[in-house]
C-alpha cells in the first residue's frame, strides 16, 4: 500500500504536483484568514499575512512526502511507478473546487459583515469608539470627535430610525471604567452642564429608553428624559427604567416580559415577541450592574435559580436571529422588571 502510495504521488508530472500543492497550500491561507476575519474581527491584510504562516510548514511537507515517496521506490524497485490516474485528477479537481466554494463564502460573509461600517461617512473618530462600533455596529458617526464642555470628549452619532424615536440626535462617550456608551444628545448636555465627569453627577454607569422616557444613571444620580419636557436630574438615586409586567407593551420592537415573579424556585419569567431564534437572558440586583448573569433561551419562558434571598433584581430579555458565520443579530433590550427575592 505503501508503495502504490509513493507511485501515484510520483507519477504526476513535476508541474501537477507543484501546482497541486501550492494550490491546496493557498486555498488553506485563504479559508485561515477568512476565518480570522469573521470569527476573531481581525482586519482582512492581518488575517491574511498571519495565516501565511503556514506557507513553511507546507512547503517543509511536501519536500517531506517526496523524499518519503522516492525511499519507498527504492525499497521495491522492481514494482515501478504506475501511470497518472485521470480520476485521481478529476478528485483533485473536485476538491479545489469545494474547498474554493467554501472559501468565497467565508470571504462573502465577512465582507457583509463589516458593509455596515463601510457604508457609514467617514470621520475621525477615537480608537475606544471605533472598537465599540467595530464589535456592535450600531449607527453611524456624524462626525469627528469632539472636546466639548467641561473637557468631555464625545463623538457625534446617528442613531438607526426604528430605534431613535423621539430622540435621533445622539453621543458616543467613552467612561474611564467601562466600554463605549450612547447618549442622547439632550441628557449628555444636561450631564455637561452640572460639570460632566468632575461635577456632583461624575460618571455614566449605565442608561436605557424606551419611547417615552430616555435616562442615564451617573454614580451620583440620573438624568430622565421624558417625552416633551426637558431632562431633569434625579441627585443621589438610580432610575431603574422597569416597568410593570401588566401594563402595555410598548414599542413592539423588541420583547415585554408579561409574568415576572419569585418562589422557592427562583425567579419566574415569560415574555411575548414574534418570531426569534433565541432569546437573551440578563438579570442583576438593582444595586450592582456591573454583576448581570445572561443566559440564552430558546422558547418564551424561564425560571432563574441561584439567586441571593432578600435581594431586589432588575430583569430584562433581548431577542436574537442567528446568523451563519456572523453574530447573532439582537434586538434592543426589554424595559426592565423589577423582582424582589425573598
Given at each position: 500500500m505503501a508503495v502504490d502510495w509513493a507511485g501515484q504521488w510520483l507519477a504526476a508530472p513535476r508541474w501537477w504536483r507543484t501546482l497541486r500543492d501550492a494550490g491546496a497550500?493557498?486555498?488553506?491561507?485563504?479559508?485561515?484568514a477568512a476565518l480570522a476575519t469573521v470569527m476573531a474581527e481581525a482586519d482582512g491584510p492581518v488575517a491574511l499575512s498571519g495565516a501565511a504562516g503556514c506557507l513553511p510548514l507546507a512547503?517543509?511537507?511536501?519536500?517531506?512526502?517526496?523524499?518519503?515517496?522516492?525511499?519507498?521506490?527504492?525499497?521495491?524497485?522492481?514494482?515501478?511507478?504506475?501511470?497518472?490516474?485521470?480520476?485521481?485528477a478529476v478528485r483533485a479537481l473536485?476538491?479545489?473546487?469545494?474547498?474554493?466554494?467554501?472559501?468565497?463564502?467565508?470571504?462573502?460573509?465577512?465582507?457583509?459583515?463589516?458593509?455596515?461600517?463601510?457604508?457609514c461617512p467617514r470621520?475621525?473618530?477615537?480608537?475606544?469608539?471605533?472598537?465599540?462600533?467595530?464589535?456592535?455596529?450600531?449607527?453611524?458617526?456624524?462626525?469627528?470627535?469632539?472636546?466639548?464642555?467641561?473637557?468631555?470628549?464625545?463623538t457625534p452619532w446617528t442613531v438607526p430610525a426604528k430605534y431613535a424615536g423621539r430622540r435621533p440626535e445622539h453621543v458616543a462617550y467613552v467612561p474611564p471604567e467601562a466600554g463605549a456608551m450612547l447618549l442622547p444628545m439632550a441628557i449628555f448636555n444636561a450631564w455637561t452642564a452640572e460639570g460632566g465627569p468632575s461635577g456632583r453627577l461624575g460618571?455614566?454607569?449605565?442608561?436605557?429608553?424606551?419611547?417615552?422616557?430616555?435616562?442615564?444613571?451617573?454614580?451620583?444620580?440620573?438624568?430622565?428624559?421624558?417625552?416633551?419636557?426637558?431632562?431633569k436630574v434625579q441627585w443621589g438615586q438610580r432610575y431603574a427604567g422597569a416597568r410593570e409586567p401588566g401594563s402595555a407593551c410598548v414599542p413592539d420592537d423588541r420583547p415585554c416580559v408579561?409574568?415576572?415573579?419569585?418562589?422557592?424556585?427562583?425567579?419566574?419569567?415569560?415574555?411575548q415577541y414574534g418570531e426569534a431564534?433565541?432569546?437573551?437572558?440578563?438579570?442583576?440586583?438593582?444595586?450592582?450592574?456591573?454583576?448581570?448573569?445572561?443566559?440564552?433561551?430558546?422558547g418564551y419562558e424561564v425560571t432563574l435559580s441561584g439567586l441571593r434571598p432578600s435581594t431586589v433584581?432588575?430583569?430584562?430579555?433581548?431577542?436574537?436571529?442567528?446568523?451563519?458565520?456572523?453574530?447573532?443579530?439582537?434586538?434592543?433590550?426589554?424595559?426592565?422588571?423589577?423582582?424582589?427575592?425573598?
Open positions: 497550500t493557498m486555498l488553506a491561507v485563504v479559508c485561515l512547503a517543509y511537507w511536501t519536500w517531506r512526502q517526496a523524499r518519503h515517496a522516492r525511499m519507498l521506490i527504492r525499497l521495491a524497485p522492481g514494482m515501478g511507478e504506475p501511470a497518472p490516474s485521470r480520476g485521481l473536485a476538491a479545489f473546487l469545494a474547498a474554493g466554494s467554501a472559501a468565497a463564502a467565508l470571504v462573502i460573509a465577512a465582507d457583509h459583515e463589516r458593509a455596515a461600517i463601510a457604508d470621520f475621525t473618530i477615537d480608537a475606544p469608539v471605533r472598537e465599540w462600533w467595530t464589535r456592535d455596529r450600531f449607527g453611524c458617526p456624524a462626525g469627528d470627535t469632539l472636546v466639548g464642555a467641561a473637557g468631555v470628549r464625545y460618571q455614566p454607569v449605565d442608561s436605557g429608553a424606551d419611547l417615552d422616557v430616555a435616562y442615564v444613571n451617573f454614580h451620583g444620580g440620573a438624568i430622565v428624559w421624558s417625552a416633551g419636557a426637558p431632562p408579561t409574568t415576572a415573579y419569585a418562589d422557592a424556585d427562583g425567579i419566574h419569567l415569560r415574555w431564534d433565541a432569546f437573551n437572558v440578563a438579570w442583576w440586583p438593582r444595586d450592582e450592574l456591573g454583576s448581570a448573569t445572561g443566559r440564552e433561551v430558546a433584581y432588575l430583569v430584562e430579555v433581548a431577542a436574537c436571529r442567528k446568523r451563519f458565520l456572523q453574530r447573532s443579530d439582537c434586538t434592543r433590550p426589554s424595559a426592565r422588571v423589577i423582582v424582589r427575592v425573598r
